[in-house]
Every structure is written in structure tokens, then in C-alpha cells.
């Protein structure tokens, strides 16, 4: 004991004993009391207290445990797994594989939330400081009594093409124009973009643009450009165009194609004995039978499956219909007319060209002026379709079955057909806001320096004089003249390719060569930011429907926006993922320690 040789601590018993007679001996004796025997017992069978808390700094086999803990996490939300089931997980893995192992839902959460999407927004915020272009999307959907506003950032990376972002998820107490500004400029200032933001892109609805005019000040797009102190092009979503146009003609047909595909499919839906007595109708008139399809009545596109699967069994929806006692009015009076098969047909027609077109402009590269090229495509399509009062070959036979003054009516009806989806087409197009100046870069031609020079004047009407402190005029001729004879020898090729990957084919091609055309990488990088539909946030929808469903009903928007920057923003698959940050030490350590939870 210090201060006093004659007495020894035994830390053991916690006990002060005297040493002064024997010395050692007495140590020697103290050891075979039963107290001390009794301590030792007791201090082999209990652990320590420090045995509960994990150091602060990880040895090499928790940061390998980490690592695998993360991973795991990782996977559970790519593939929108329940965290509760991790509870079970962990145990099984505990047992036969790793005794170490222990990521129940709490810890899987804190990971997902807090270490994970973080990690995987870093990556985001590491390519933001290198573009200088960037558009931002978004729209609203309701989950219950909640409102969603996600909010998608696009840009161009020389290296790899278009790239499309989630940058936030948030919940809002209304839909007004001010309040969805106020959360786009709050992601635009946490990520530090605000002098990079050059477009906004939505659907073309009086919040977002003020209507087809754009008139007033009251919209999303105009408030923002007010915050932002500058002018941002506003790119409307041209698959929702061609979507209201298909619909728009077929509201001035006599026959309610959408009511009608509604009202049978409803009739046999839920009835096994109706559907078993189709199928023998088919059987009989040698048609296969098919359930019937259900249509989706915010996507009027959607309408062309259920059509074609009508029309493949449409003798024997007549002759069902027409032999049912209670029929309803509405399908007696369609399968009793001799016009009802033919508009069938040739609605199917116009549906599959509308549904090819957008499907086009919905692939997550697709630009404005890409869109827009597409939809003058179809628009001189459906021009010529009027000047010849084309009439589809299917529906050739049915109309000819048809007498004279019938025929006549239909063919007024079908021009109208024509010229309403066209008028409307004409009236939207301008949701371009002019953007079609960049056409040249789909490549179906080789471009002149004309069309760049276009392009440079439309981006300095809108971005200002600042434009050439970023896109060097003097320089960018030249890079132009390097890249032209390029482009002439290879442009066959590229037919069939995304436009995106052929710039970044092209830009590659003169690094490896030692010519880097930054200027030129900046002037593609800004038309590629120009989005031609609002397809992203479609996507987000789908998903948040996906990862949201009923048996995650206390899952909160944190929670919630991390699982949406892992299946969305993320492109690694699992073992990717592990891979990618078994030696990331410091992702590792954020792992293992309790900062996770804060």
C-alpha cells in the first residue's frame, strides 16, 4: 500500500491486509482464505464493464465485421427487404457463420440512414464540384395523407454521359408554387449549385409554368428564376404531350373507347363464372382466350393492351354481350353498332404509334431537343396520315363492310381525329422554350459550325455574358474544326446508339489521342442537362410505391430518403458494394462506432 509498507492490497477482494510478522507468507496465506478462493471464482465467471462498450477506435477484426454488417444493410435495402427480418438475420448469421455478427432493425437503420446513403450522396457531391451544368426536376405524389416532393438533379459527365441524381426527398404541407421553390432552393444551397442550376424541368401544369402561354408570375418555374436572380430555361415533358394529344382525339370520337375497355373489364374481373363462360365462347369461334387487361386511367397510353386484347376476342365479347340478358347499355349499344369493331382497330393503330414515341422519349438520356425531334416526327406523320385520310390496314376490311354514307361519316370523323391531336401538338410545342437549337447534337447529320454558333448565342441570351468565363468562343472553334472530320468518318455508326455514349465515344476518342476539347465537353455537357420528359420522377414514384407499401406503415421521410438514394442513386450491386468499401477505413470506423445513431 502506498504510504505504508507494513500493510498489501489484494485487488481481488478489494481488501487491505497486514504483511508486517511474515512477509511474503502472509501473502501466501491471504491467497488460501476462502474469501479470496471465493473472489477469484467469481471474477472468472463475470466480465468486466468495459466489456459492454466498444472501443473508439476499431481493431482489424470489427472493422471486418463492420464491413460485413454494412453489406448486409446495403442489401436489405437495394432489394427493399423488411429491417424487421434482420432480427432473425443476424441471428442465423450469429450462429452459422460469424458469432460477432449483430445488425438487428435499429443498427441496420442507423447504417442505412446515417453512414450509407450519406457515403453514397459524398460520391454526388465529389462529381457536383466538377460540372459546371446541371438541371433540376421534380413533382409531387401523394403517399396517404402525406405529400412527397422529390427532387432529382441531372448533368453530363464527358466519361460516362447523362446522369441522373436524387439530391432530396421531402414531405410538404401543400402544393403551392412558393412552398415547392422554398425546397428547391433549400437543396440547391446544400449541395452549392445554385450558380450551376441552368434549367427546370417538370410536367406542363399552370404550377409549374403557368400554362401553355407561361404567362404570369406565379408559377414554380418563374419564382425560381426570381431567387435565383437569373434566367433558367423551362423545359416542360413532351411524353406527357403526345399521352393528353392521343387522348385528346379520341374524346371527339363517337365511341368511348376508355369507357368501354373499363365497363368489360370490370364485368369479368371478379366473376370466375363469367370468365369460365368466355373462355367457352372463345373455344367455340376458335379465338384464344386471354384475361382481360386493366387500364390505368392517369396514363391514357395505357389503354392500348387493353384495347388489343378486346379486339383478339372481340367475337366472343359480341356474342356474350349481345346474348346477356342485363347488359349493360352502354356495351349493347357498342357491340350491336356496326362501326364499334372498326374504331377498336384503328384506335389500336394511333396507340402503339404514340406508345413507340414515347417510349422513346422516356429513356432517362433523352434530351428536350431529342423530344422535340421525336415529336415533330410523329406530328409530320399524322399530317400526312390527314392529307391521304389514311385509314390503318387493319381497319380497312371493317370499314369496308360499311355502306357509303357510314363511310363518309367516319372518314370526317377520323380527319378531325387527325387535326385535333395535331392542333394540340402545335399548341404545346413550344414548351421547348427553344432548346431545338441544339438539335444538331443528335448527330443525323454532321453539324456545321453555324449550328454551334446558334447554340452558344441561345446559351448567352439565357445565361448571360458570364457563359464565356465557362465556354471559351475564341478556343471552341477550333476544338469544333478538330472534332468535324472526325465525326463525318464515323457518323453510320452511330445510328442506333444513345447520342449521350456517342459524346462521350467522341471525347474519349481525342483523350487517349492527347486533345482534350473542354469547351466543346462543356457546350454537349449543357444540351445533354436539357431533359425532354419528366420520366426521373416517374421513376422515383414507382419506387417510393415499391419501398412504401402497407407493411412499412411507420417508415419515416429520413428513413425514407435514404432507401430512395440507395435503390435510386446507387449502381453497385452487392458485391460491388463490398468490395468498394471493405478497405474504407473511415466508412468502416462510422460503421463500428455509436455515431451512427446520432
Given amino acids: 500500500v502506498a504510504g505504508d509498507d507494513s500493510k498489501a492490497f489484494c485487488s481481488i477482494c478489494c481488501l487491505k491486509f497486514s504483511i508486517v510478522h511474515g512477509g511474503r507468507s502472509d501473502i501466501v496465506d491471504h491467497s488460501k482464505t476462502n474469501r479470496h478462493k471465493s473472489g477469484i471464482r467469481a471474477g472468472s465467471s463475470s466480465k468486466k464493464v468495459s466489456d459492454y462498450f466498444k472501443s473508439i477506435t476499431a481493431n482489424n477484426d470489427e472493422l471486418i465485421t463492420a464491413g460485413k454488417e454494412a453489406t448486409f444493410a446495403y442489401h ?3 432489394h427493399n427487404m423488411s429491417f424487421r427480418s434482420s432480427d432473425c438475420s443476424a441471428g442465423l448469421i450469429r450462429t452459422l457463420y460469424d458469432s460477432k455478427f449483430t445488425l438487428a432493425k435499429t443498427k441496420l437503420a442507423a447504417i442505412v440512414s446515417n453512414v450509407i446513403a450519406p457515403h453514397i450522396n459524398k460520391r454526388i457531391d465529389d462529381d457536383l464540384n466538377t460540372v459546371s451544368f446541371i438541371s433540376i426536376m421534380t413533382d409531387t405524389s ?58 427546370f424541368s417538370a410536367d406542363n401544369t399552370n404550377l409549374n409554368f403557368g400554362g401553355v402561354e407561361r404567362k404570369g408570375q406565379n408559377n414554380v418555374w418563374r419564382k425560381l428564376q426570381k431567387e435565383l436572380g437569373r434566367s433558367i430555361i423551362g423545359n416542360g415533358c413532351f411524353a406527357h404531350i403526345a399521352h393528353n394529344a392521343s387522348a385528346a382525339g379520341c374524346e371527339i370520337l363517337d365511341v368511348d373507347i376508355e369507357a368501354i375497355v373499363v ?40 389503354l392500348e393492351p387493353a384495347v388489343k386484347r378486346v379486339i383478339e376476342m372481340f367475337e366472343s365479347l359480341e356474342k356474350y354481350f349481345l346474348e346477356l340478358k342485363k347488359c349493360p347499355p352502354l356495351l349493347r349499344t357498342f357491340f350491336s353498332s356496326k362501326q364499334g369493331k372498326f374504331w377498336f382497330l384503328f384506335i389500336s393503330n394511333q396507340l402503339k404509334n404514340f406508345n413507340e414515341c414515347i417510349k422513346f422519349m422516356e429513356s432517362s438520356s433523352k434530351t428536350a431537343f431529342e423530344a422535340f425531334d421525336e415529336i415533330q416526327l410523329l406530328k409530320l406523320k399524322l399530317i400526312n396520315r390527314r392529307r391521304c385520310s389514311f385509314i390503318p390496314t387493319a381497319s380497312v376490311i371493317e370499314f369496308e363492310k360499311l355502306n357509303e354514307s357510314i363511310q363518309n361519316m367516319l372518314k370526317e370523323k377520323i380527319d378531325e381525329f387527325y387535326a385535333t391531336i395535331i392542333d394540340y401538338i402545335t399548341l404545346w410545342e413550344k414548351s421547348i422554350d427553344g432548346s431545338e437549337v441544339f438539335v444538331w447534337i443528335i448527330l443525323r447529320k454532321c453539324p456545321e459550325w453555324d449550328d454551334v454558333e446558334k447554340s452558344l448565342k441561345y446559351i448567352e441570351e439565357r445565361y448571360g455574358m458570364g457563359i464565356h468565363q465557362i465556354i471559351n468562343r475564341d478556343i471552341i472553334i477550333d476544338e469544333f474544326h478538330l472534332l468535324h472530320p472526325y465525326i463525318q468518318d464515323n457518323l453510320r455508326q452511330w445510328i442506333d446508339i444513345d ?6 465515344q467522341i471525347f474519349l476518342y481525342f483523350q487517349r489521342n492527347l486533345t482534350r476539347l473542354t469547351n466543346m465537353e462543356k457546350l454537349v455537357a449543357f444540351a445533354f442537362t436539357l431533359a425532354g420528359a419528366s420520366t426521373e420522377v416517374e421513376r422515383i414514384f ?17 428513413t425514407f430518403d435514404a432507401l430512395l438514394t440507395i435503390q435510386y442513386n446507387s449502381t453497385m450491386n452487392c458485391n460491388d458494394f463490398y468490395k468498394n468499401i471493405k478497405n474504407d477505413s473511415e466508412f ?11
Avoid at 468502416?588 to 446520432?598: A, P, R
Fill in 588 to 598: 468502416l470506423e462510422k460503421v463500428h462506432n455509436g455515431t451512427k445513431y446520432n
Fill in 499 to 504: 447520342k449521350d455514349k456517342v459524346w462521350s
Fill in 76 to 78: 436489405t435495402a437495394r
Fill in 142 to 199: 401523394n403517399h396517404k395523407n402525406i405529400k412527397i416532393l422529390p427532387i432529382i438533379i441531372r448533368y453530363f459527365d464527358p466519361d460516362i454521359g447523362v446522369i441522373n441524381k436524387k439530391i432530396a426527398t421531402v414531405s410538404i404541407p401543400n402544393e403551392k408554387s412558393e412552398t415547392i421553390v422554398k425546397e428547391l432552393l433549400k437543396a440547391i444551397v446544400e449541395k452549392n449549385i445554385s450558380d450551376k442550376v441552368v434549367a
Fill in 263 to 302: 365497363k368489360i373489364f370490370k364485368h369479368f374481373s371478379i366473376h370466375t363464372v363469367r370468365s369460365e363462360q368466355l373462355k367457352e365462347l372463345c373455344s367455340d369461334l376458335n379465338e384464344e382466350y386471354n384475361p382481360l387487361k386493366s387500364y390505368s386511367g392517369t396514363r391514357f397510353l395505357t
Fill in 542 to 558: 414507382s419506387l417510393m410505391s415499391q419501398i412504401w407499401d402497407d407493411q412499412k406503415s411507420r417508415l419515416e421521410i429520413p
